[in-house]
């Protein structure tokens, strides 16, 4: 099970700190390149908010439409005439190629920032204006990229109206609690 | 609130980091670890506040054999939906 966000945010402040920390030491190194700095600060950023967000804990309503038939060998056939509550709980994944992808939006964001900064006259505040800009646009498409996964526990209690004896008298009856798996995805 | 609105948080706390950490790096004396961890904090919030946010939409099924209590059983599997208003 997954540690939950608000846990793993601790992780995340400290990966991105050690990745900021090493980006500014290894500028400090005679003939730091500026690229390799860059693409590794990406890289790093990219894995922290990866490592963050995959620690999402979710839990969801669940309602399973009405209309279900049951079978009984004595009772014959009846009917779900309610919806069927119950709770998913689960995680979110993410395919590493979308990994990859944030990784080269925030090395794309962070060079450009530099290559701005480098022009005679560079408006900091500009340059920050559109750092933020592209840094959310790729954490935000990143994220919408999230796969989420969870197992159900429905809890039963729904009324099922048809069953009869073999005189004809009808046997009334509720759902017992059951399991279901659910696929979906982060708006 | 689903990530289409919270995205336009997180643009403008990144903003306020990258623009705090300008200003007090242009400080005399200022410390560049301090900075750092303080950069690092406001972006993890940012990151957040924002991904607490999201929406959850799944398409559930349950198998067929759901029990009841006199002893009859779905003859299909059900199907459903999940919802969830935020991450947690």
């Given at each position: 099970?997954?540690?939950?966000?608000?846990?793993?945010?601790?992780?995340?402040?400290?990966?991105?700190?050690?990745?900021?920390?090493?980006?500014?030491?290894?500028?400090?190194?005679?003939?730091?390149?500026?690229?390799?700095?860059?693409?590794?600060?990406?890289?790093?950023?990219?894995?922290?908010?990866?490592?963050?967000?995959k620690?999402?804990?979710?839990?969801?309503?669940?309602?399973?439409?009405?209309?279900?038939?049951?079978?009984?060998?004595?009772?014959?056939?009846?009917?779900?005439?309610?919806?069927?509550?119950?709770?998913?709980t689960?995680?979110?994944?993410?395919?590493?190629?979308?990994?990859?992808?944030?990784?080269?939006?925030?090395?794309?964001?962070?060079?450009?920032?530099?290559?701005?900064?480098?022009?005679?006259?560079?408006?900091s505040?500009?340059?920050i204006?559109?750092?933020?800009?592209?840094?959310?646009?790729?954490?935000?498409k990143?994220?919408?990229?999230?796969?989420?996964?969870?197992?159900?526990?429905l809890?039963?209690?729904?009324?099922?109206?048809?069953?009869?004896?073999?005189?004809?008298?009808?046997?009334?009856?509720?759902?017992?609690?059951?399991?279901?798996?659910?696929?979906?995805?982060?708006? | 609130?689903?990530?289409?609105?919270?995205?336009?948080?997180?643009?403008?706390?990144?903003?306020?980091?990258?623009q705090?950490?300008?200003?007090?790096?242009?400080?005399?004396?200022?410390?560049?670890?301090?900075?750092?961890?303080?950069?690092?904090?406001?972006?993890?919030?940012?990151?957040?506040?924002?991904?607490?946010?999201a929406?959850?939409?799944?398409?559930?099924?349950?198998?067929?054999?759901?029990?009841?209590?006199?002893?009859?059983?779905?003859?299909?599997?059900?199907?459903?939906?999940?919802?969830?208003?935020?991450?947690?």
């Open positions: 099970m997954p540690q939950t966000l608000a846990a793993s945010k601790i992780l995340l402040m400290n990966e991105l700190e050690a990745a900021f920390r090493k980006s500014r030491d290894d500028g400090m190194q005679d003939g730091a390149d500026s690229d390799v700095i860059i693409e590794t600060l990406a890289d790093e950023m990219g894995t922290a908010v990866h490592n963050y967000m620690e999402a804990l979710v839990v969801t309503t669940v309602t399973i439409n009405p209309g279900q038939i049951s079978t009984h060998p004595t009772f014959a056939v009846g009917n779900y005439t309610a919806p069927g509550p119950g709770t998913g689960g995680e979110i994944s993410f395919e590493g190629s979308n990994v990859d992808t944030l990784k080269k939006d925030f090395e794309t964001a962070y060079k450009k920032a530099r290559n701005e900064g480098k022009i005679d006259n560079a408006d505040i500009q340059i204006l559109t750092l933020s800009t592209d840094v959310k646009n790729a954490t935000d990143f994220a919408l990229t999230a796969k989420v996964n969870t197992d159900v526990a809890t039963g209690g729904v009324p099922i109206i048809g069953y009869v004896t073999p005189v004809g008298a009808p046997v009334p009856s509720v759902s017992l609690p059951w399991k279901g798996t659910g696929e979906g995805k982060l708006s | 609130m689903p990530l289409s609105v919270a995205k336009f948080g997180l643009e403008i706390a990144l903003y306020s980091a990258y705090t950490s300008r200003d007090t790096g242009m400080n005399d004396g200022a410390d560049s670890d301090k900075i750092i961890m303080d950069l690092a904090e406001d972006l993890a919030n940012a990151i957040h506040d924002y991904m607490v946010q929406k959850v939409d799944t398409d559930v099924d349950s198998p067929s054999g759901q029990p009841d209590v006199v002893g009859g059983v779905t003859s299909a599997a059900g199907k459903g939906f999940g919802i969830a208003t935020s991450l947690i």
